[in-house]
């Protein structure tokens, strides 16, 4: 990716966590402390089995090494605003959603160069990598991500009326600008991309769905509620890909390693829409249930 593309997804990315910024209040990070397990659930989640199912999974699956690679960036990169919306429209917690994107943003500026780079050595090699530098990697995800959040945040608190008028056409500005990144990479790898489609494909809808479904799963165990178990499985499974992308393209300079995280935004929205109506249609049910 040449240096003004690389400039220019990365202004991208900055919109997008400003956007997010927008609509957050510091009420969203005390729930950290008023909702400790349901937090503490989800955050296991994203943080800790998103990570070790990705690993797996590219250790289990015949893919090829790049994919690898840009499967467990994406394992990196949990959340983003999009997670929020569609815990909206499941009808879920969407308070939880919000708070658990916030707080694990945060978290990852600093996991993200020890699991991306953990993932370099294992599947690439510790001789021909070019690993992320630990330092600078926090200090230019903390200025991408992070500081674009704070400002965010500033503006809603003291502009209320402009931030609630720009959260729509800065989630549609979100989509237009990761559909078109997405087009851009498979136009420059375009030679690899049946191969890496394949390969790329498969191990995405395993990744979506595993995390998905164990998000769910681990908040039953936790003896959450039917909202916040939705919104948990969907934060588990739907991940930041603009930050991954971003990571690939921009901080390893290697286009290659975006294609998974491609994929991997394409199919996460058609399983968050299977998801949706099966939920509604459960829901539905068990209203009918309990008024017959």
């Not at 851009?184 to 995405?204: P, S, T």
């Amino acid at each position: 990716m040449d240096s003004v593309s690389a400039i220019i997804l990365a202004i991208s990315l900055i919109i997008i966590m400003l956007g997010m910024g927008l609509s957050l209040i510091p009420a969203d990070f005390q729930r950290i402390f008023t909702r400790p397990k349901a937090i503490f659930t989800g955050l296991v989640n994203q943080l800790i089995l998103l990570p070790l199912i990705g690993f797996g999974l590219a250790f289990l699956l015949p893919v090829d090494p790049v994919v690898a690679v840009g499967i467990i960036i994406l394992a990196a990169c949990p959340g983003g605003p999009t997670s929020n919306l569609i815990a909206h429209l499941a009808k879920g917690d969407t308070a939880l959603s919000v708070s658990l994107t916030a707080t694990s943003s945060m978290i990852t500026v600093v996991t993200i160069p020890f699991i991306v780079n953990l993932g370099l050595v294992t599947f690439v090699g510790d001789d021909t990598v070019v690993k992320l530098n630990v330092v600078q990697t926090i200090i230019q995800i903390f200025v991408i991500a992070v500081i674009p959040v704070i400002i965010g945040m500033i503006i809603r608190h003291y502009k209320m009326d402009f931030a609630l008028r720009m959260a729509r056409p800065v989630r549609i500005a979100s989509a237009i600008v990761l559909a078109l990144v997405i087009i851009g990479i498979v136009i420059k790898e375009r030679d690899n991309m049946l191969r890496y489609f394949h390969e790329a494909g498969i191990i995405a809808l395993a990744l979506n769905v595993a995390t998905m479904g164990i998000g769910y799963i681990t908040s039953k165990i936790m003896k959450l509620d039917f909202k916040q178990a939705i919104t948990i499985s969907i934060e588990s499974g739907i991940q930041n890909g603009t930050m991954a992308i971003t990571i690939a393209t921009v901080l390893l300079a290697n286009s290659q390693y975006a294609f998974a995280p491609a994929v991997y935004s394409l199919i996460m929205f058609g399983t968050a829409g299977v998801f949706i109506a099966g939920v509604l249609r459960q829901r539905e049910s068990k209203t009918s249930s309990g008024s017959a």
